[in-house]
Every structure is written in C-alpha cells, then in structure tokens.
C-alpha cells in the first residue's frame, strides 16, 4: 500500500540546520508531486514546498524562501527538505505528502497520502 516515512527531524539551535527525508513506499514516486507541510502547535497546516511530477518546478513558502530547498530522488523514492538558517517559529510537526496531480499547490486538500510526520524544535 502507499506509504510515506519521514525521517531527520529533531532538535537544532537557531541558524542551524536539517535534512528531512520523505521515504516512498508502494507507488512510483515519478508519478506524484510531493509536499512538505507543517504544524505548529495551536496554529492550522501550512504548506512549506512542493516538487513537482511534471516538470521539476517547485514552490516554497515566503516563510522559507531562500532558507529551505527541496529535491526528490525518484530512483530512491526519496524526496529531501534541506532547511538552513533554522528559527525558532520553524518548530512543527512537519509532513510530507503526495498528490496524483501535475504541478504544485499549497493546498492539503489537494493530497491524498500523508506521511505520520516528524519533529522539528529549534531552540537554545
């Protein structure tokens, strides 16, 4: 069955950084475009960035412009979520999530499998 894993999650200083890793298991990741979202706590779900399946493009927050890059690897069916320049209100849950459509959308409604999320504090 279809399965996303995330993975790299923990606790970093501000101005540090992370590797989040998507793990794609039970369909052909070359076919989906994935999205990372988080959620902090009391606060609703935002979408962080995209990949697409069609053409490569990509979308990222305003939030996180500039600081957080997303690639995929779709012979390890693996998409990444480096994120530098770490700060405090980056602290969340943060999920990956994959959607039967061409380009990208910030929408959640818009994905239909979801990862069981991992971890991020940024904290001194």
């Known amino acids: 069955q279809v399965q996303l894993v995330e993975s790299g999650g923990g606790l970093v200083q501000p101005g540090g950084s992370l590797r989040l890793s998507c793990a794609a298991s039970?369909?052909?990741?070359?076919?989906?475009?994935i999205g990372w979202f988080r959620q902090a706590p009391g606060k609703e779900r935002e979408g962080v960035s995209c990949?697409?399946?069609?053409?490569?493009?990509?979308y990222y927050a305003d939030s996180v412009k500039g600081r957080f890059t997303i690639s995929r690897d779709n012979a390890k069916k693996t998409v990444y979520l480096r994120m530098n320049s770490l700060k405090p209100e980056d602290t969340a849950v943060y999920y990956c999530?994959?959607?039967?459509?061409?380009?990208?959308?910030?929408?959640?409604?818009?994905?239909?499998?979801w990862g069981q999320g991992t971890q991020v504090t940024v904290s001194s």
């Open positions: 999530a994959a959607a039967t459509r061409f380009f990208c959308t910030s929408s959640s409604d818009e994905y239909g499998y």
């Open positions: 990949t697409s399946s069609s053409d490569g493009s990509t």
């Open positions: 039970g369909f052909t990741l070359d076919y989906y475009t």
